[in-house]
Nanobody, 124 residues
Framework: QLQFVESGGDSVQPGQSLRLSCSIYGLTLNNYAIGWFRQAPGKEREGVSCISSTGGTNYADSVKGRFGISRDNFKSTVYLQMNSLKPEDTAAYYC??????????????????WGQGTQVIVSS
């Protein structure tokens, strides 16, 4: 049974940090690239970051230098470390799985499976 468990979303002040977790069960995680997307109210879903099956990473320009993605295949978990958070980072964050590669990581159609989302609010 495929199951995504996302956690770590919270309400924080600008400049603070959060770490999101995406644990995936029922999938051979080694074979999958995992992407993080976010969607703010009234906006389109945006690809934020991706880590390939071999550990290669991609970041959207809007988060480069502030966010870091990592994976622990033994724990079946992918992390998104978010530092120096800004109000514009406020969104629901989703993790998703695509076979092997992040080559088209911003295209949501490339992903086969999706988590349920976790909310991040950045506000003073």
């Amino acid at each position: 049974q495929l199951q995504f468990v996302e956690s770590g979303g919270d309400s924080v002040q600008p400049g603070q940090s959060l770490r999101l977790s995406c644990s995936i069960y029922g999938l051979t995680l080694n074979n999958y690239a995992i992407g993080w997307f976010r969607q703010a109210p009234g906006k389109e879903r945006e690809g934020v970051s991706c880590i390939s099956s071999t550990g290669g990473t991609n970041y959207a320009d809007s988060v480069k230098g502030r966010f870091g993605i990592s994976r622990d295949n033994f724990k079946s978990t992918v992390y998104l470390q978010m530092n120096s958070l800004k109000p514009e980072d406020t969104a629901a964050y989703y993790c998703a799985a695509a076979l092997y590669s992040c080559s088209a990581y911003t295209d949501s159609r490339e992903y086969d499976f999706w988590g349920q989302g976790t909310q991040v609010i950045v506000s003073s």
